[in-house]
């Protein structure tokens, strides 16, 4: 398996504009995350699904996030619209159980600057 | 809900010497304790984990402790190498959800 793959791997974007990002989960794991990743803040979770459906999105920041998961094998997440605020390394994971007591397989990221 | 602290934030050893890494965790029934490595501009990667029925586990150079009655746990990196430079990342399980620590950066020093 290829591991967990996220695109684009960068995006620079103006302020206002719709970004979305990208994610194919690891085949046969049924646990995903979005992560955002920030000097100032470290590791945080934004959303987490289990068997495609959203459990927990309270680290989503504010409205202008939405992520879905329309299949077990693709996920997205969209901001708009965007802000220089949203700039961060964004991380897709995912799992092979529910529990979160094993591995969490990360896709590289997508580095996100707004302008 | 749960809360995880990670020290010290920052850690310069001597090439050769061994690193520990501190967590402590605040919810009682979290039983599942995950360390990632994080290298620059990579993705983090799991290095250990402990579960709370265990009480320490080795592989090879790395090995984490836990202590269940005081709530903590720890790395430790023994003989470290300059590929062990990379902020590292301590985390607690409690239900399904992973609650990071802070990181710590190590830093080896020739």
């Known amino acids: 398996d290829a591991g967990v793959i996220q695109s684009p791997r960068h995006e620079v974007t103006e302020m206002g504009q719709e970004v979305t990002l990208r994610c194919k989960p690891i085949?046969?794991?049924?646990?995903l995350f979005w992560y955002r990743q920030t000097m100032m803040r470290g590791l945080e979770l934004l959303i987490y699904f289990n068997n495609n459906v959203p459990i927990d999105d309270s680290g989503m920041p504010e409205d202008r996030f939405s992520a879905k998961m329309p299949n077990a094998s693709f996920s997205t997440l969209k901001i708009q619209p965007s802000e220089p605020r949203d700039s961060a390394v964004y991380f897709c994971?995912?799992?092979?159980?529910?529990?979160?007591?094993?591995?969490?397989?990360f896709g590289q990221g997508t580095r996100l600057t707004v302008v | 809900g749960e809360n995880v602290e990670q020290h010290p934030s920052t850690l310069s050893v001597q090439e050769g010497d061994s690193a520990v890494i501190k967590c402590t965790y605040s919810d009682s029934a979290s039983n599942y304790f995950p360390w990632y490595k994080q290298e620059l501009g990579k993705r983090p990667q799991l290095i250990i984990d402990?579960?709370?029925n265990v009480g320490e586990k080795k592989d090879q150079r790395i090995a984490v402790t836990l202590n269940k009655t005081a709530k903590h746990f720890s790395l430790h990196i023994t003989e470290t190498q300059p590929e062990d430079s990379a902020v590292y990342f301590c985390?607690?399980?409690?239900?399904?959800?992973?609650?990071w620590g802070a990181g710590t950066k190590l830093i080896i020093k020739p």
């Open positions: 985390a607690a399980v409690s239900n399904y959800q992973l609650i």
């Open positions: 402990i579960r709370s």
């Open positions: 994971a995912s799992s092979p159980t529910d529990t979160g007591k094993a591995e969490a397989f």
């Open positions: 085949s046969g794991h049924n646990s």
